[in-house]
């Protein structure tokens, strides 16, 4: 059991959540208890989360996705009421860290999703909104094939691939998880032969094919999975506490 503002205190620190410029509020949204025991995560803090939050009596849910993002209406009305409704009628608290799970050199979805796949990473590609984001490295020579279908096995997803012409083998790859489609440029100016990310728009197939690299779309929510897992694991042995991740499924 810990006080809340110690594990508030534990994410700010090992994600240096501070120095991101953001769409969104990293850290507590929205406060519950002050003692936790129990850290329930998931990659949204959709209803079904909170529902399991609920049920398994967690005392703070962290996730990748919360809430209040820049440009979305303010109001608490309707999905998003039934959402905070729920969390304080029973006293849990929400963290929610983006784009400090997104870059973190350990805990970060790159990171992981690296780990999973066994990419040897070289290099970030500064993107705009801050270090981490766009990951350069390397894999075993391997036509394109061979990639998208160890992604399909490490993701259980099966992937949206776009090939294209005059690559041949692929050694140096770049990877952002999420919707980060429009890096395809930089990763493609970065030296990569094939970028991989979460989704894909219509636009991404004709820079794909236009430029020479190829686009792996593997899922915004199954490139996502790992990060928000990893800080609960983290947690969970630095403070001593209970942590449960719940994967709602999302084909997206
Ligand atoms: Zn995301």
């Known amino acids: 059991m810990v006080e809340r503002d110690v594990l508030v205190a534990a994410c700010e620190h090992k994600l240096n959540a501070g120095r991101f410029k953001d769409f969104t509020l990293n850290g507590l949204q929205v406060e519950g208890r002050g003692r936790i025991q129990r850290v329930l995560t998931g990659v949204t803090a959709c209803q079904a989360l909170l529902d399991e939050a609920?049920?398994?009596e967690a005392d703070a849910v962290i996730v990748h996705h919360g809430y209040f993002w820049k440009?979305?209406?303010?109001?608490?009305?309707?999905m998003k009421q039934r959402r905070i409704k729920?969390?304080?009628?029973?006293?849990i608290n929400l963290l929610a860290y983006h784009l400090p799970?997104?870059?973190?050199?350990?805990?970060?979805?790159?990171?992981?999703?690296?780990?999973?796949?066994?990419?040897?990473?070289e290099r970030c590609l500064d993107a705009e909104l801050g270090d981490g984001l766009l990951w350069q490295g390397r894999t075993e020579?391997?036509?394109?094939?061979?990639?998208?279908?160890?992604?399909?096995?490490e993701l259980k997803r099966v992937p949206l691939v776009i090939e294209?012409?005059?690559?041949?083998?692929?050694?140096?790859?770049?990877?952002?998880?999420?919707?980060?489609?429009?890096?395809?440029i930089p990763a493609y100016e970065g030296g990569a032969q094939v970028f991989i990310s979460g989704e894909i728009s219509e636009r991404t197939t004709h820079l794909a094919r236009?430029?020479?690299?190829?686009?792996?779309?593997?899922?915004?929510?199954?490139?996502?999975?790992?990060?928000?897992?990893?800080?609960?694991?983290?947690?969970?042995a630095e403070l001593g506490i209970e942590h449960r991740f719940v994967d709602i499924d999302n084909p997206a």
């Open 86 to 91: 729920t969390l304080l009628t029973h006293d």
């Open 210 to 236: 236009e430029m020479g690299i190829h686009y792996i779309a593997a899922g915004h929510h199954a490139t996502e999975r790992y990060g928000v897992q990893a800080l609960g694991e983290w947690l969970a």
């Open 101 to 121: 799970l997104d870059a973190h050199p350990e805990l970060g979805n790159n990171a992981q999703l690296a780990k999973r796949m066994g990419w040897q990473f």
């Open 54 to 56: 609920v049920a398994w």
């Open 141 to 153: 020579a391997q036509p394109l094939t061979a990639l998208s279908e160890r992604i399909a096995r």
């Open 71 to 78: 440009n979305e209406p303010v109001a608490v009305t309707g």
């Open 164 to 184: 294209a012409p005059g690559v041949g083998e692929i050694e140096r790859i770049a990877w952002c998880t999420g919707g980060a489609q429009d890096m395809i």
